[in-house]
C-alpha cells in the first residue's frame, strides 16, 4: 500500500464509524446559517454577545479607519518588525482594566495554550490538569514534557488538595491548570476554592483558561476572576478574542517578568507573524465597551436559563450554568437524529460525539448568543 492508500484506508474507517469530519460549505446571514440550501437559526455560535453581525459596530469601527491606517498585515514577527504600536495599545488597556502588571497577546488561544506551559514548565514542574481542559491545553501540556502531568477528575478539587499534598514535596513548582466555563459541559469550575489551595503552598501557581468566560461573566465583562474578585490571585490568565468579543487573537494577563520571560522563551510567539494591526484596533474598539455590555451579558444568562428550565421540563439534566447549555442524549447514533431532526425545523444545533465527549454523553451543543430571543428559545423543539 502507499502513502495515500494509507491514507485513504483510515479515512475510510472513520466513515464507516460515522466519524469522518467534512468542511461544511455554508454561509453566514446575520443570525442565521443557510447550508444545503436551508436557512436555519444559528445556535452554535462562540458570538455570546452578538457583535459578530453588528453592522452599527462596524460601521463606528469603518469611520476610525483612513487607507493611510487600515493595516491589513504585520508582515512580521513582533519581535522583528511586527510590533506596531496598537500592541501596545491593546496590551495596555488589558492591564489596566483587569488591574495587572503585564497583559501579552497571541495570534489565538491555540499558540497561547500550546506556548505559554511549554515555557514555563521544567523537569521539576508538575501540571495538575482538569480532565476536561481543552485540546489546546492537552497539546501544551504534550510539549511541556519533561514536565509530568496529573489530570484530576472534572472539578473534583478534593482530589487535586489530595494531589498537591501528596506531590508538593516532590516537585519545584506544580501549576494547577483549568478552564473557568468548560466548554462542552457549560459548568464553571470554583475559582476562590482553586486560590484556597494555591496559596496553601508557595511553590503552587494557577492558571485559568476563560475562552468562554470573557466578556460574559463579571461585572464588566471580564470575565469569572472578575466577579469571583480573584483576578490579581491568578498567575496566568488567559482568555481569548474569537469569541465573546467577535474579533481573533488571545492575551494573558501575568507578571512583567511572567511577561518577558514569555516574550524570550515562548515559541509561539516568537515564530510567528503576528496578527494584522486592523484586528488588534478593531479587538481594542470592542474591548473598550465591554464594560457597556451589561444587558447583552444579562440577555445571554437569561436565555441560558430560560433553556434549561425546558431541558428540565423534558427531564434532561444538564451540567451547565452558563451559555453553552448541552442537552445529553446519550448514544451518538440518537444524538446525530435528533440535531437532523432540529435542523429540519430551523434551527443549526450540531451534536458532539466522542471522543470530543466520553462515551455515552453525545449531547446537542447549544451555545447561545444574545442576538437570540426569549421566544425563539420557546420555540426550539426539544
Ligand atoms: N481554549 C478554549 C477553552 C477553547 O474553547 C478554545 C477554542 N475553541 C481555545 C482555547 C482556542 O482558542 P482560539 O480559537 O483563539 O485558538
Redesign the pocket.
Known amino acids: 500500500m502507499n502513502f495515500t492508500q494509507e491514507l485513504k484506508q483510515e479515512l475510510d474507517a472513520l466513515q464507516a464509524k460515522g466519524n469522518l469530519r467534512r468542511l461544511p460549505a455554508l454561509e453566514h446571514d446575520g443570525r442565521y446559517i443557510c447550508t444545503n440550501g436551508q436557512r436555519m437559526l444559528n445556535l452554535s455560535s ?1 458570538d455570546y454577545l452578538g457583535l459578530a453581525a453588528d453592522i452599527e459596530l462596524r460601521k463606528e469601527f469603518l469611520e476610525t479607519l483612513t487607507p493611510e491606517t487600515f493595516l491589513p498585515t504585520s508582515s512580521s514577527s513582533r519581535l522583528l518588525t511586527g510590533n506596531f504600536h496598537i500592541y501596545d495599545e491593546l496590551e495596555d488597556e488589558l492591564a489596566r482594566l483587569f488591574g495587572t502588571e503585564a497583559a501579552l497577546v497571541f495570534n ?6 500550546t506556548g505559554i506551559l511549554p515555557a514555563v514548565a521544567d523537569g521539576q514542574t508538575l501540571i495538575l490538569a482538569d480532565k476536561l ?2 485540546a ?2 492537552i497539546d501544551g501540556i504534550r510539549l511541556a514534557a519533561p514536565a509530568r502531568c496529573i489530570r484530576y477528575r472534572h472539578n473534583d478539587l478534593n482530589q487535586l488538595e489530595r494531589l498537591i499534598s501528596q506531590h508538593g514535596d516532590e516537585y519545584r513548582r506544580i501549576i494547577i491548570v483549568t ?1 473557568s466555563v ?2 462542552m459541559d457549560g459548568d464553571r469550575t470554583d475559582l476562590r476554592e482553586l486560590v484556597r489551595l494555591k496559596r496553601s503552598r508557595d511553590n503552587v501557581l494557577l492558571y485559568v ?1 476563560e ?2 468566560g470573557f466578556g460574559v461573566f463579571g461585572p464588566t465583562g471580564l470575565g469569572c476572576a472578575e466577579e469571583e474578585g480573584c483576578i490579581g490571585d491568578i498567575d496566568f490568565l ?1 482568555g ?4 465573546a468579543v467577535a474579533s ?3 492575551y494573558v494577563l501575568c507578571s512583567r517578568t511572567v511577561r518577558e520571560y514569555l516574550v524570550n522563551r515562548m515559541r509561539p510567539f516568537i515564530f510567528t507573524t503576528a496578527l494584522p494591526p486592523v484586528c488588534i484596533a478593531w479587538t481594542l474598539f470592542i474591548v473598550r465597551r465591554l464594560a457597556g455590555m451589561n444587558e447583552r451579558r444579562k440577555h445571554v444568562q437569561h436565555l441560558g436559563e430560560r433553556l434549561r428550565s425546558r431541558l428540565a421540563e423534558q427531564g434532561y439534566t444538564t451540567p451547565s450554568v452558563s451559555q453553552i447549555v448541552p442537552m445529553i442524549v446519550g448514544p451518538s447514533a440518537d444524538t446525530v437524529i435528533r440535531a437532523e431532526n432540529l435542523q429540519r425545523h430551523g434551527f443549526y444545533a450540531l451534536p458532539v460525539r466522542p471522543p470530543t465527549v466520553p462515551e455515552g454523553t453525545s449531547r446537542i451543543r447549544f451555545s447561545l448568543t444574545a442576538a437570540l430571543t426569549e421566544e425563539e428559545i420557546d420555540r426550539i423543539p426539544l
Open positions: 462562540n489565538c488561544g491555540y499558540h497561547a495554550n481542559v481543552h489546546s491545553l478552564e468548560f466548554s483558561d475562552a468562554h488567559v481569548t478574542f474569537g469569541k481573533a487573537g488571545a
